[in-house]
Nanobody, 124 residues
Framework: QVQLAESGGGLVQAGGSLELSCAASGRTLSSYVVGWFRQFPGKEREFVAA????????YYADSVKGRFTISRDNAKNTVTLQLDSLKPEDTAVYYCAADLSVLFPNRWRSYDYWGQGTQVTVSS
């Protein structure tokens, strides 16, 4: 079983950048589909980005395409989400998730393993 831990959240001004990291323990993350989701208060988790193993295919929500970048570092057993050109509407708790076999990487119910989340706050 893989354990996930996010880090890198914080407070940033609009237009700024943050780098979120999803670190894994217990298993090698390189074999897993890894997704990033975010959750606004009172709302269901929203897909942000995902990356497949082997092919490295990536997927992005339209709202973040061109601003966020997901990538793997297999040597560090991590997946990173680079957040650029941040907007106040990006303020949310960001979660990473992983699973070995994911047909629909943009659906949060596809993932069994989740981190605890990290808060991202973008001020205007």
């Amino acid at each position: 079983q893989v354990q996930l831990a996010e880090s890198g959240g914080g407070l940033v001004q609009a237009g700024g950048s943050l780098e979120l990291s999803c670190a894994a323990s217990g298993r090698t993350l390189s074999s897993y589909v890894v997704g990033w989701f975010r959750q606004f208060p009172g709302k269901e988790r929203e897909f942000v980005a995902a990356i497949r193993p082997n092919s490295g295919n990536t997927y992005y929500a339209d709202s973040v395409k061109g601003r966020f970048t997901i990538s793997r570092d297999n040597a560090k057993n991590t997946v990173t989400l680079q957040l650029d050109s941040l907007k106040p509407e990006d303020t949310a708790v960001y979660y990473c998730a992983a699973d070995l076999s994911v047909l629909f990487p943009n659906r949060w119910r596809s993932y069994d393993y989740w981190g605890q989340g990290t808060q991202v706050t973008v001020s205007s």
